[in-house]
Protein backbone atom coordinates (compact mmCIF):
# COMPACT_ATOMS: atom_id res chain seq x y z
CA UNK A 1 0.00 0.00 0.00
CA UNK A 2 0.91 3.62 0.12
CA UNK A 3 1.38 3.82 3.96
CA UNK A 4 2.11 2.40 6.95
CA UNK A 5 -0.95 0.65 8.02
CA UNK A 6 -2.08 -0.94 11.60
CA UNK A 7 -4.96 -2.94 12.45
CA UNK A 8 -7.37 -2.75 14.20
CA UNK A 9 -7.41 1.34 14.84
CA UNK A 10 -9.34 0.93 17.98
CA UNK A 11 -9.50 -1.89 20.41
CA UNK A 12 -11.19 -2.42 24.03
CA UNK A 13 -10.29 -5.23 26.00
CA UNK A 14 -10.42 -5.99 29.67
CA UNK A 15 -7.46 -6.00 32.25
CA UNK A 16 -5.91 -9.80 32.06
CA UNK A 17 -6.61 -10.15 28.83
CA UNK A 18 -3.81 -10.92 25.59
CA UNK A 19 -4.09 -8.63 22.32
CA UNK A 20 -2.17 -8.07 19.48
CA UNK A 21 -1.97 -5.44 17.22
CA UNK A 22 -0.95 -5.89 13.44
CA UNK A 23 1.94 -3.35 11.80
CA UNK A 24 1.69 -3.32 7.50
CA UNK A 25 5.15 -1.35 6.88
CA UNK A 26 5.84 0.29 3.52
CA UNK A 27 5.76 -1.91 1.03
CA UNK A 28 10.37 -2.29 0.71
CA UNK A 29 10.96 -0.90 4.09
CA UNK A 30 13.62 -3.24 6.01
CA UNK A 31 13.02 -1.34 9.13
CA UNK A 32 9.93 -1.36 11.48
CA UNK A 33 9.58 0.50 14.54
CA UNK A 34 6.73 0.31 17.32
CA UNK A 35 5.88 3.31 19.69
CA UNK A 36 3.65 4.30 22.16
CA UNK A 37 1.95 7.34 22.79
CA UNK A 38 0.27 8.39 25.76
CA UNK A 39 -2.63 11.48 26.22
CA UNK A 40 -0.73 14.38 26.03
CA UNK A 41 2.86 13.30 25.36
CA UNK A 42 4.89 12.76 22.61
CA UNK A 43 5.59 8.91 21.35
CA UNK A 44 8.19 6.66 23.38
CA UNK A 45 9.89 4.26 21.32
CA UNK A 46 10.01 0.73 22.24
CA UNK A 47 11.14 -1.67 19.79
CA UNK A 48 13.25 -1.71 16.45
CA UNK A 49 13.44 -4.57 13.67
CA UNK A 50 15.81 -4.43 11.12
CA UNK A 51 14.84 -7.13 8.84
CA UNK A 52 13.12 -10.43 11.05
CA UNK A 53 15.88 -9.50 13.85
CA UNK A 54 14.53 -7.30 17.05
CA UNK A 55 18.01 -5.03 16.87
CA UNK A 56 16.39 -3.07 20.00
CA UNK A 57 13.60 -3.62 22.39
CA UNK A 58 15.03 -1.25 24.78
CA UNK A 59 11.98 0.12 24.95
CA UNK A 60 9.47 -2.48 26.08
CA UNK A 61 8.40 -2.02 29.29
CA UNK A 62 8.76 -5.35 30.73
CA UNK A 63 8.00 -8.86 29.85
CA UNK A 64 4.40 -8.84 29.04
CA UNK A 65 5.31 -6.89 25.79
CA UNK A 66 6.70 -8.94 22.82
CA UNK A 67 6.91 -8.49 19.24
CA UNK A 68 7.75 -10.38 16.02
CA UNK A 69 8.26 -9.97 12.58
CA UNK A 70 8.56 -13.32 11.01
CA UNK A 71 9.46 -12.86 7.21
CA UNK A 72 10.43 -9.36 7.64
CA UNK A 73 6.89 -7.21 6.35
CA UNK A 74 3.92 -7.47 8.83
CA UNK A 75 4.90 -7.11 12.04
CA UNK A 76 2.49 -8.25 15.46
CA UNK A 77 2.95 -6.39 18.56
CA UNK A 78 1.53 -8.52 21.65
CA UNK A 79 0.82 -7.75 25.24
CA UNK A 80 -0.26 -10.44 27.59
CA UNK A 81 -1.91 -9.62 30.80
CA UNK A 82 -2.80 -6.13 29.66
CA UNK A 83 -3.23 -3.56 32.74
CA UNK A 84 -5.12 -0.81 32.98
CA UNK A 85 -2.02 1.26 32.52
CA UNK A 86 -1.17 0.05 28.72
CA UNK A 87 -3.61 2.07 27.73
CA UNK A 88 -2.46 4.63 24.88
CA UNK A 89 -2.32 4.74 21.22
CA UNK A 90 0.30 2.23 19.25
CA UNK A 91 2.09 3.76 16.80
CA UNK A 92 3.55 1.67 13.92
CA UNK A 93 6.59 3.68 11.75
CA UNK A 94 8.85 2.45 9.07
CA UNK A 95 12.05 3.27 6.77
CA UNK A 96 13.35 2.30 3.99
CA UNK A 97 16.49 1.22 5.74
CA UNK A 98 18.09 1.94 9.43
CA UNK A 99 18.68 5.90 9.64
CA UNK A 100 16.17 7.16 7.24
CA UNK A 101 13.41 9.08 7.23
CA UNK A 102 10.50 7.17 9.47
CA UNK A 103 6.53 7.13 8.17
CA UNK A 104 4.23 6.50 10.58
CA UNK A 105 0.62 4.53 10.49
CA UNK A 106 -2.37 5.59 11.96
CA UNK A 107 -1.83 3.97 15.21
CA UNK A 108 -3.97 1.47 17.22
CA UNK A 109 -5.66 3.28 20.33
CA UNK A 110 -6.01 0.39 22.90
CA UNK A 111 -8.18 0.72 26.06
CA UNK A 112 -8.20 -1.39 28.44
CA UNK A 113 -10.95 -1.67 31.10
CA UNK B 1 19.53 10.55 28.12
CA UNK B 2 19.11 12.62 25.30
CA UNK B 3 16.83 15.50 25.87
CA UNK B 4 14.31 17.34 23.53
CA UNK B 5 12.98 20.67 24.60
CA UNK B 6 10.23 22.20 22.42
CA UNK B 7 8.70 25.70 22.80
CA UNK B 8 6.40 27.15 23.14
CA UNK B 9 4.23 24.36 24.47
CA UNK B 10 1.00 26.37 23.32
CA UNK B 11 0.61 28.48 20.33
CA UNK B 12 -2.65 30.47 19.23
CA UNK B 13 -2.33 32.17 16.29
CA UNK B 14 -5.11 34.09 13.81
CA UNK B 15 -4.69 32.90 10.63
CA UNK B 16 -2.33 34.23 8.03
CA UNK B 17 -0.01 35.11 10.79
CA UNK B 18 3.37 33.68 11.01
CA UNK B 19 5.47 31.79 13.65
CA UNK B 20 8.11 29.82 14.24
CA UNK B 21 8.79 27.16 16.66
CA UNK B 22 11.95 25.67 18.53
CA UNK B 23 13.50 22.62 19.22
CA UNK B 24 16.87 22.17 21.33
CA UNK B 25 18.90 18.92 21.91
CA UNK B 26 21.09 18.33 24.68
CA UNK B 27 23.44 15.45 22.09
CA UNK B 28 24.52 15.31 18.78
CA UNK B 29 22.09 13.52 16.65
CA UNK B 30 22.30 11.68 13.51
CA UNK B 31 18.45 12.52 12.71
CA UNK B 32 15.80 15.22 13.30
CA UNK B 33 12.73 15.09 12.08
CA UNK B 34 9.54 17.64 11.91
CA UNK B 35 6.62 15.99 12.19
CA UNK B 36 2.42 17.53 12.18
CA UNK B 37 0.11 15.62 14.37
CA UNK B 38 -3.63 16.13 13.10
CA UNK B 39 -6.54 16.23 15.31
CA UNK B 40 -7.40 12.71 14.01
CA UNK B 41 -3.53 11.54 15.72
CA UNK B 42 -1.66 10.99 12.47
CA UNK B 43 1.59 11.74 12.25
CA UNK B 44 2.75 13.73 9.25
CA UNK B 45 6.26 13.51 8.40
CA UNK B 46 7.11 17.41 7.30
CA UNK B 47 10.94 17.36 7.32
CA UNK B 48 14.31 14.81 7.89
CA UNK B 49 16.50 17.87 8.31
CA UNK B 50 19.49 16.51 10.65
CA UNK B 51 21.15 19.47 9.50
CA UNK B 52 20.77 22.68 6.89
CA UNK B 53 17.54 24.22 5.60
CA UNK B 54 14.81 23.24 3.37
CA UNK B 55 11.62 24.82 2.42
CA UNK B 56 8.16 23.17 1.41
CA UNK B 57 5.36 24.95 0.34
CA UNK B 58 4.69 27.54 3.39
CA UNK B 59 6.66 25.46 5.50
CA UNK B 60 10.53 25.71 6.29
CA UNK B 61 13.17 24.25 8.50
CA UNK B 62 16.42 24.81 9.65
CA UNK B 63 18.80 23.14 12.22
CA UNK B 64 22.18 23.94 13.38
CA UNK B 65 23.62 20.86 14.78
CA UNK B 66 26.81 22.26 15.76
CA UNK B 67 24.55 24.51 17.97
CA UNK B 68 21.93 21.89 18.87
CA UNK B 69 18.91 23.83 17.95
CA UNK B 70 16.13 23.34 14.92
CA UNK B 71 13.32 26.33 13.97
CA UNK B 72 10.23 25.34 11.98
CA UNK B 73 8.56 28.56 10.39
CA UNK B 74 4.82 28.12 9.40
CA UNK B 75 4.26 31.17 6.93
CA UNK B 76 0.23 32.72 6.14
CA UNK B 77 -1.35 30.28 8.90
CA UNK B 78 -3.90 28.32 7.70
CA UNK B 79 -6.63 26.87 10.40
CA UNK B 80 -5.54 23.25 8.67
CA UNK B 81 -2.03 23.97 10.24
CA UNK B 82 -3.56 23.38 13.92
CA UNK B 83 -2.44 20.60 15.65
CA UNK B 84 0.84 19.56 17.81
CA UNK B 85 3.84 19.59 15.84
CA UNK B 86 6.76 17.17 17.30
CA UNK B 87 10.53 17.24 17.19
CA UNK B 88 12.09 14.10 17.00
CA UNK B 89 16.04 13.11 17.34
CA UNK B 90 17.68 9.97 16.58
CA UNK B 91 21.26 9.93 18.32
CA UNK B 92 24.48 9.61 16.34
CA UNK B 93 26.01 6.55 17.31
CA UNK B 94 24.28 3.86 19.34
CA UNK B 95 20.67 3.91 19.11
CA UNK B 96 20.53 5.82 16.38
CA UNK B 97 17.28 4.20 14.93
CA UNK B 98 15.37 5.13 17.76
CA UNK B 99 13.33 8.92 18.33
CA UNK B 100 13.30 10.43 20.93
CA UNK B 101 10.40 13.33 20.88
CA UNK B 102 10.02 16.25 22.49
CA UNK B 103 6.82 17.43 24.28
CA UNK B 104 5.40 19.27 21.35
CA UNK B 105 3.95 22.49 20.35
CA UNK B 106 0.25 22.85 20.42
CA UNK B 107 -0.90 25.06 17.72
CA UNK B 108 -4.43 26.71 17.22
CA UNK B 109 -5.23 29.03 14.24
CA UNK B 110 -7.95 30.49 14.15
CA UNK B 111 -10.18 32.19 11.53
Known amino acids: GAGVSQTPSNKVTEKGKYVELRCDPI?????LYWYRQSLGQGPEFLIYFQGTGAADDSGLPNDRFFAVRPEGSVSTLKIQRTERGDSAVYLC???????????FGPGTRLTVL | GIQVEQSPPDLILQEGANSTLRCNFSDSVNNLQWFHQNPWGQLINLFY???GTKQNGRLSATTVATERYSLLYISSSQTTDSGVYFCAVALRGGGYNKLIFGAGTRLAVHP
Open chain 2, 49 to 51: IPS
Open chain 1, 27 to 31: SGHTA
Open chain 1, 93 to 103: ASSLSQGDTQY
